[in-house]
Every structure is written in C-alpha cells, then in structure tokens.
C-alpha cells in the first residue's frame, strides 16, 4: 500500500518537473522565434529601400 502510494507521489512530481521545464522551453523558444521574424521583417524593410532608392 505504502509502495502504491509513493509511485503515485513520485509520478506526481516527475510530471510536475517536465511541466515546468517544457515552460521554461517554450518560453524562450517564442522569445527567439519572434526576435526571428523581427530580424526578417528588418532586412526585407531595408532591401526594399535600398532597391527603391536604387542603391542595391
């Protein structure tokens, strides 16, 4: 019985565990995909303007 209830608390705590590290990766991975797409959106805004003012 007592057996039963320490997996029980041990699953408890693992799940607990990979929660809060998939958190964690999750929430930087969003930080560099949006810096990402900032970057992109950056350089598309300056080639566009440099082939608009004829320079590239």
């Known amino acids: ?3 039963h209830i320490f ?3 041990m ?3 693992v799940l607990a ?3 809060v ?3 964690f990766i999750l929430k930087i991975t969003l ?3 949006s810096c990402g797409c900032l970057a992109i959106l950056l350089l598309g805004g300056v080639l566009a303007l440099l082939s608009y003012l004829n320079i590239f």
């Open 31 to 33: 930080k560099l995909f």
């Open 17 to 19: 565990i990979l929660w």
């Open 11 to 13: 699953l408890i705590l």
């Open 21 to 23: 590290v998939l958190k």
């Open 7 to 9: 997996g029980i608390l």
């Open 1 to 3: 019985m007592i057996d």
